[in-house]
């Protein structure tokens, strides 16, 4: 009901094009937009109204993403994200760092604990990687962490893992300071090389081919 009174006139359908996802296709339907777009596959047409026709090969999810806007309005898109970020923030997190004895000078890794399920590496793992970064001289680490890690970070004694989750607005500018970030496949690694940090991937069961980022000083290990 709260979809439906928002009147949406176009919904699009992100979910994978090779595989039907019927939640994705539930809500698009269920807003009642008038234009529903999505890519092709067996029983799409239930929820789509527009429906794109499919490839035969591999490629990158933005790709996938910006062909359903391509497909409506022939416009000339680029690949790579690209989010600005508020100075008002950046000075915020500057002050933030501070309070943790973070210099401007310093070299800074972000190191993101989160994920979800079995696409997120252990997260002794990421708190091992980190004592060893921080071993080199002029190097900070902050960890980073989500909603399903809450528990586990009460748990943690760690220097450097953040004691709250930041709203986006200023997560984003974290991530733009810091000179490398490292997570596993995730949205905030996409958030990382969108402000345009480079970041280190760590794939474990999702395909690169599909998800990592695309940034030119990027990274997988898979």
Not at 98 to 106: A, C, L, R, Y
Not at 182 to 192: K, T
């Amino acid at each position: 009901i709260r979809l439906r009174r928002k009147r949406f006139d176009l919904a699009f359908d992100c979910s994978d094009e090779n595989h039907l996802s019927l939640g994705h296709g539930m809500w698009i339907y269920l807003s009642g937009a008038k234009y529903r777009v999505g890519h092709k596959r067996d029983g799409s047409d239930l929820f789509l109204n527009i429906e794109i026709p499919p490839v035969n090969y591999i490629r990158h999810a933005t790709d996938m993403n910006l062909d359903l806007l391509r497909y409506l309005v022939p416009l000339n898109l680029s690949e790579l994200p690209y989010l600005e970020v508020k100075s008002e923030e950046e000075e915020h997190i500057k002050d933030y760092l501070g309070n943790m004895e973070i210099k401007e000078e310093d070299f800074l890794v972000g190191i993101n604990l989160g994920g979800t399920g079995n696409k997120r590496w252990e997260i002794e793992n990421f708190i091992e990687l980190g004592n060893r970064l921080k071993e080199k001289e002029g190097l900070k680490v902050v960890y980073i962490w989500g909603p399903e890690e809450k528990e586990i970070v009460k748990r943690l004694n760690v220097p450097g893992v953040l004691g709250e989750i930041l709203p986006l607005p200023r997560l984003s500018a974290l991530l733009k300071r810091c000179d490398l970030f490292i997570s596993s496949d995730s949205g905030i690694m996409h958030l990382s090389t969108a402000v345009g940090t480079p970041t280190l991937a760590i794939f474990i069961h999702s395909n690169p081919d599909k998800y990592a980022p695309k940034g030119k000083e990027d990274r997988v290990i898979y």
